[in-house]
Each structure stands twice: as C-alpha cells, then as structure tokens.
C-alpha cells in the first residue's frame, strides 16, 4: 500500500518559516517525481512546488518562488519543503503528492496524495 504522510505544519507569524516533511512508504522512491500543493476552502489545489525524479530539477509558482525551497532525500524517501518569509496568503492545507509520469503544477498527473498539514500564518 502507498502512503504519503505529510508533517510539519503549524502556526506562524508572517516573516517567520516552518519546513513541511512528507515521508513516503510502499513505492519506488526514485521513480517518482513529487510535488507540493496547497488548497484553502472554496478554491482549487494549486501547485506550490515540485521536483523531478532524474535531475532533480525544480519548480515553484510565482507565488513562492524565492521563499519556498523544495528538496528530496532519496535514501529516505522523503520530499520537504522549506518555507521561509511566510505570509498571510500562504495560509492554506499543504500537501504532497507523487507522480510516475511526469512532475508540474497539473493534480492530474500525480497518482498518489498524501492527506494534508495545515499551515497558518498569522499577521
């Protein structure tokens, strides 16, 4: 069975940083690409984050991009996402999410979510 357990969240104050870990278990880690999502209520899921499973290349939304760091650690299965300079707007339910076919921001084309951690930044 697969699983996908994100970890991490929290409340914050605005400026300040939390660092979201997401262990996975009963899939083939490196044939994986993994991203980060994030959903508040009423609106979509929209991507946040994500990295590919051969080159480990990156990529964020225009939202996050100099603040949020995506990483993977393939000896432990596990993606984390570094969040630094929190804001307001990055209140939201995060989660991770493993693709066997390609990475990006489309929830499509990940096969496997995890069940979210909740991030609240306070102003």
């Known amino acids: 069975e697969v699983q996908l357990q994100a970890s991490g969240g929290g409340l914050v104050q605005a400026g300040g940083s939390l660092r979201l870990s997401c262990e996975t278990s009963?899939?083939?880690?490196?044939?994986?690409?993994l991203g980060w999502f994030r959903q508040t209520p009423g609106m979509e899921r929209e991507g946040v984050s994500c990295?590919?499973?051969?080159?480990?290349?990156?990529d964020y939304s225009d939202s996050v991009k100099g603040r949020f760091t995506i990483s993977r650690d393939n000896a432990k299965n596990r993606v984390y996402l570094q969040m630094n300079n929190l804001r307001p707007e990055d209140t939201a339910v995060y989660y991770c999410?493993?693709?066997?076919?390609?990475?990006?921001?489309?929830?499509?084309?990940?096969?496997?979510w995890g069940q979210g951690t909740l991030v609240t930044v306070s102003s």
């Open positions: 999410a493993a693709s066997i076919s390609s990475s990006g921001f489309d929830v499509d084309v990940y096969d496997y």
């Open positions: 009963g899939l083939t880690f490196d044939d994986y690409s």
């Open positions: 990295i590919d499973r051969v080159a480990g290349r990156t």
